[in-house]
């Protein structure tokens, strides 16, 4: 079993920056394909980034393509998703996900564990 827990959520104003932090317990996800997730009231669950196994391929939204990076440190079982340019259609829940494959997923079905969530709200 793994547990996966966010952290790095809070109220920003608009063009501010956040990083976010998803640390993965209970086994190594050195292998496994790590996505972030975002759903804001009243919408879908939606992809925002992933990252593979290795870290060498990442894949983004064009909502956040050239404003969000992924990043992973696998000696510490981590992976970060750094925020910059926020803006306040950016307010949502903030899930990370593992899928087990390694594989960089962008679909929630293909991921097998999940956090909780961290919230962030962009003031205008």
């Known amino acids: 079993q793994v547990q996966v827990v966010e952290s790095g959520g809070g109220l920003v104003q608009a063009g501010a920056s956040l990083r976010l932090s998803c640390a993965a317990s209970?086994?190594?996800?050195?292998?496994?394909?790590v996505g972030w997730f975002r759903q804001a009231p009243g919408k879908e669950r939606e992809f925002v980034a992933g990252?593979?196994?290795?870290?060498?391929?990442?894949k983004y939204s064009d909502s956040v393509t050239g404003r969000f990076t992924i990043s992973r440190d696998t000696a510490k079982n981590m992976v970060y998703l750094q925020m910059n340019s926020l803006k306040p259609e950016d307010t949502a829940v903030y899930y990370c996900a593992i899928d087990r494959t390694g594989l960089l997923a962008t679909s929630r079905r293909d991921y097998d564990y999940w956090g909780q969530g961290t919230q962030v709200t962009v003031s205008s």
């Open positions: 209970g086994r190594s996800v050195g292998n496994y394909g």
């Open positions: 990252i593979n196994y290795s870290g060498a391929v990442t």
